[in-house]
């Protein structure tokens, strides 16, 4: 399951009370509880607070007035559905693409099957605007697939206006959500017992039946669940409806951010607007939220004595590989190659490549050009202040998100039902909010003493962190509840005090799962462009931030080499957590 | 219905799962395929369901080939350890489920209610199988399987997963259920003592291979190897030499004593048998053809009788004893008839001596 998922077993047995209530606890543990719940507060739920309340009130008084202005303006009807409208093809395309996969992993044995079945987190530590700009160079009018078409057609036109399209946006979402609709399928159907088939197929019920009556029916929980995160993901999207969009489109994230960002408001007319936008896009998040919640309740069926499915060899011999239904799988093969891989060698390639009048030569000029401190007008800032920006807002978000996060997920590892309910939906908001929202918060509340954040590294840095820190927290708390309490009682009683056990037993047992969980926060938070756009000014750019500003003027080449640092950064970060394996961080 | 298994060979990639197994089974029989996990017998009931193909040999209903026969028109009813119940569906769609694929002029409902009137669940049509007891999951997927009319009942493990009290009750059940239908049946289980009191006949295997076929007592009393003595019932192997032989008498040399034995096979004086005897066969203080002293070095209660563990002369026997007022240390003479010691041929190993049950 993704990582917004519960995995692990629920509350057992061994399961102790909220921290020990025998015994001394550690020194001023309550004070270091309180201080996730503190950062949560001040930089996310009372800026949000003071952010809807913008969009309530009109001359001080409260008024539904801003509300009421969207609702019933032809244009803010437009955005709204086209917002659901691209969420819901966006969701079908990554369900037609992901599903697949899904039934290949589970059935088929094939060479590297165990780093393709891990490739599936790829999307959640690759930056969203290095997907942009791969399908710019793949699909667009210049790209590599039309050049291509019409070389071999001898056409005088693109044959595929994919780019600034809907579909391109469609395409886009598919390619990042995908995945997570093959890993939830994946991890539903791995779990479904194949006796429950066999049973059925004993009673007279043919493939067909079998499939219709007891197969979907049983991972159905899991497609849906995947379904809605992928929706809501599809719903919040903004670097990808923005550069692929190419600006034709306007999602309520992009509608917020342009409104707030790029006009000129002596009145903070468009502050009360975006402000009721951002209140009615939350209240539509958080309902998908609901739905993908007890969706996930629904799928928490487990079986204990599982028979492993059994898989056969993917390819079988010429014979077998003629199969219409196994010719239909490669088919299927061959086009997600093109989607999943296409675009980041087109990246790859372009970052080397250089055009010039007679036709174009190999070059390491864009690599040149980004590691060198030069202005950029572009940037107003040089792209390497850019790079050394993003690595150093890496750093200090993940110093808060993760140590935070170890906190909270450690409470709610320990917490039973209701107060468990409780903390996750509290976590849950921040996950259902946009970074263009929480940003947006964040912008209105601190620019004004005596915080005055705003044009500050600091204000980007705790965007970050309240972006990243619930993925942190979900990451974490399977790996706690996984540690057995009685090894701290265990330790205490042989004389231990409770911060030695801390130290000497817990610690130790969660490292691998800390590690993991840093490298993942860091690589969300080199990849965040969203919020870091409404926050940035010249000098607090990052590489998505420089990326999206050099792809919106289509000046190309230098973000390639940008985005190739990003990727490699990401596919480092995508080895050592493959390294430390999936049990460390159950993505 | 007669199932037959003609030589049946089954591979999964470099393991033998089954090598040459023949097998008939008559109408209306309930046949026990017992043995330890892993010695193919699972795979056996698949092959029969029809889950898995053999990669030689013959599976034949009533002297026909059903090899082609995919596994939803063979017929079969098939019950898993872990009852396998549709969890999205109630009981009455679980048990319904098999009769949506059969055209029968016998109306759903009545049928439905009938099976779980003969497994007595009558009244749990509505519930979900999670809100059901174990047992009763296994009742359902009994019903479940018979609701088609199946011309062949297939129970794997069918109550391993429940515990000793109700195991006992729920096998006597199905006995009487399959007797009263008359359904031939094939039973999978590692547990011989359940074996034992369901089936007519057992089949003993072993390392994917059959090693005894047999009615209970015949498996019991004349098993055809040593691995069969082992496996089922209690017992005590011993192993000893033949020294002398005259007709079918044959003096045993066991430990540092001499004993009487009846043999029907040829033996030769010098060569290595495992004897059997088993402990309800050995009588304590009485005269006997064959008897020794020895010390009890161990005492298990088990309510009527004692099972004690007595080392004489460098052996060490289990013994099933009435008497109940013993104790560790206690002297006794041990004393067993000739026709009671059954030699069955040898493995090479010289088994362990028996101790006390973990």
């Known amino acids: 399951m993704g990582f917004l998922g519960r995995k692990g077993p629920p509350l057992a047995y061994n399961s102790p009370l909220p921290w020990p209530t025998h015994g001394r606890g550690v020194q001023g543990e309550g004070l270091v509880l309180l201080l996730p719940l503190l950062f949560l507060i001040v930089f996310f739920y009372a800026p949000l607070a003071n952010l809807l309340g913008e969009g309530l009130t009109q ?26 409208w691209q969420a819901f093809l966006s969701t079908l395309a990554s369900i037609a693409l992901g599903l697949p996969l899904a039934y290949i992993l589970t059935h088929y044995e094939f060479p ?108 159905l929980p899991g497609l849906l669940s995947g379904a809605a995160l992928v929706f809501i993901f599809c719903f919040l999207s903004f670097p990808i409806v923005l550069s692929v969009g190419g600006g034709r489109f306007s999602t309520i994230e992009v509608e917020i951010y342009t409104r707030v960002v790029t006009r000129l408001d002596p009145q903070f007319l468009n502050y009360k607007i975006g402000a009721a ?38 390819f079988a011999g010429i014979k077998d590989f003629l199969r219409p239904t196994k010719l239909l799988l490669w088919f299927y093969v061959l086009g997600s190659v093109l989607v999943f891989i296409g675009p980041i060698l087109a990246i790859i390639a372009d970052s080397f490549w250089e055009d010039t009048p007679t036709g174009g030569r ?36 993940t110093a808060i998100a993760v140590p935070l996060g170890l906190i909270l997920a450690y409470v709610i590892a320990r917490l039973r039902w209701a107060g468990r309910r409780l903390f996750d939906t509290l976590l849950m908001a921040p996950l259902a909010t946009s970074s263009i929202v929480v940003a947006f918060a964040l912008l209105r509340a601190f620019n004004a003493p005596p915080m005055r954040l705003v044009g500050t590294a600091t204000a980007v840095i705790i965007a970050h962190s309240v972006i990243i820190f619930p993925f942190v927290v979900r990451a974490l708390v399977p790996i ?96 050592v957590l493959e390294r430390l394996g999936e049990k460390a961080l159950k993505l | 219905m007669r199932i037959a298994l003609r030589n049946i060979t089954k591979r999964f990639g470099a393991t033998l799962a089954l090598e040459n197994i023949s097998l008939e089974v008559s109408d209306g029989e309930l046949v026990a395929l017992v043995g330890p996990s892993g010695c193919g017998k699972t795979t056996l009931l698949r092959l029969v369901a029809g889950f898995e193909a053999p990669d030689f040999g013959d599976i034949l209903f009533d002297g026909r080939s059903v090899l082609k026969v995919p596994p939803e028109r063979r017929g079969v009813g098939l019950v898993f350890q872990h009852y396998a119940l549709f969890p999205h569906m109630t009981v009455f769609e679980n048990v319904a489920y098999g009769l949506k694929f059969t055209r029968s002029s016998v109306k759903v409902e009545d049928r439905v209610h009938e099976l779980l009137e003969l497994v007595g669940l009558t009244g749990l049509e509505r519930r979900m ?68 009191a369901v089936a007519d006949r057992i089949a003993v295997m072993s390392a994917a291979h059959i090693e005894q076929i047999g009615t209970p007592f ?117 004393g067993f008839s000739a026709s009671d010691l059954f030699l069955v041929p040898s493995g090479r190993t010289p088994p362990p001596t028996p101790s006390p049950r973990e």
């Open chain 1, 59 to 84: 001359d001080g008084s409260f008024s539904l007035e801003f509300i009421r202005k969207i609702l019933t303006d032809d244009y803010f009807q437009y955005v709204i559905l086209f917002t659901l």
């Open chain 1, 112 to 219: 590297l099957k165990r780093v393709v079945r891990s490739l599936t987190i790829v999307p959640f530590v690759l930056p969203a605007i290095t997907v942009a700009l791969g399908f710019a160079l793949l699909f667009g009018r210049n790209g590599y697939l039309n050049q291509f078409l019409m070389h071999l057609l001898g056409l005088s036109e693109p044959p595929l206006p994919i780019m600034y399209s809907l579909a391109g946006i469609v395409l886009a979402h598919a390619f990042y959500n995908a995945p997570i609709i093959t890993r939830t399928v994946h991890a539903a159907w791995e779990r479904l017992d194949p006796r429950y088939e066999e049973s059925a197929r004993a009673l007279g019920a043919s493939r067909f039946y079998v499939f219709k009556d007891v197969t979907l029916p049983m991972i």
């Open chain 1, 277 to 314: 936008l951002a209140l009615i896009g939350l209240t539509l998040s958080l309902g998908m939220t609901y739905i993908y919640l007890r969706l996930q309740g629904s799928f928490a069926r487990q079986t204990e004595h599982l028979r492993p499915r059994p898989t056969l060899p993917l």
């Open chain 1, 362 to 397: 190999w070059t390491l000029r864009w690599y040149a050009y980004i590691f060198t401190p030069n202005y950029e007008a572009l940037l107003g800032d040089s792209p390497m202040q850019a790079i050394l920006n993003s690595v150093s807002f890496g750093l200090g978000a």
């Open chain 1, 480 to 575: 706690l509840e996984n540690l057995d309490q009685r090894l701290v009682e265990m330790a205490r009683s042989l004389g231990a005090s409770r911060w030695r056990a801390l130290r000497e037993i817990e610690l130790p047992l969660v490292a691998t799962g800390l590690i993991a969980g840093s490298i993942f926060a860091f690589a969300l938070s080199l990849g965040e462009m969203s919020a870091t756009l409404m926050l940035a000014r010249p000098g607090l750019n990052t590489m998505p931030v420089a990326v999206y500003r050099f792809l919106s003027q289509h000046s190309l080449g230098a973000p390639s080499a940008m985005s190739v640092v990003m990727i490699v950064v990401s596919a480092l970060a995508f080895l």
């Open chain 2, 129 to 196: 199988p999670s809100e059901l007891s174990a047992g009763q999951q296994q009742r359902v997927a009994l019903a479940r399987a018979l609701a088609p009319h199946p011309k062949v009942l297939l129970l794997d493990e069918p109550l391993s997963a429940l515990d000793a009290k109700l195991r006992e009750r729920l096998r006597l059940e199905i006995k009487k259920i399959q007797r009263a239908l008359k359904i031939t049946t094939l039973y999978v289980t590692h547990d011989q003592e359940e074996a034992l």
């Open chain 2, 218 to 334: 015949e498996v019991y009393s004349l098993p055809a190897t040593e691995f069969v003595a082992r496996f089922i019932g209690r017992g005590n192997l011993l192993t000893g030499r033949v020294v002398r032989r005259e007709g079918n008498k044959v003096t045993l040399s066991l430990g540092e004593s001499m004993f009487q034995a009846h043999c029907g096979t040829q033996l030769e004086p010098g060569q290595w048998v495992t004897a059997l005897i088993r402990p309800e066969k050995i009588r304590l203080n009485q005269p006997a053809e064959n008897t020794l002293r020895g010390k009890i070095i161990g005492i298990e209660f088990a309510g009527d009788t004692l099972w004690l563990y007595v080392h004489a002369a460098g052996i060490t026997v289990v013994v099933k004893s009435g008497v109940l007022d013993l104790r560790e240390g206690d002297q006794v003479q041990l």
